[in-house]
């Protein structure tokens, strides 16, 4: 499931949003390409926690405004 920016997500106990733990520094965004979905290869985008496993997916356009790139639209 994909997490919006301002979606309450749980992080040590605390209810939060992926925009205020990235405001906190605690976040590290990725793109992952190649992301195996049944017998299709697509990319996924993720918000997760630094120096843990934890974290959510987030959308595309989430990722490149918070990487600077353009978005292409």
Do not use: P, Q
């Amino acid at each position: 499931m994909v997490v919006r920016m301002k979606d309450s997500v749980r992080h040590d106990g605390e209810i939060t949003t992926i925009d205020d733990l990235d405001k906190r520094g605690l976040i590290d965004f990725k793109e992952v390409e190649n992301f195996c979905t049944g017998r299709k290869l697509t990319t996924k985008y993720f918000a997760d926690i630094k120096g843990t496993t934890e974290g959510w997916e987030i959308g595309k356009l989430a990722y490149l405004s918070r990487m600077g790139k353009e978005t292409g639209m």
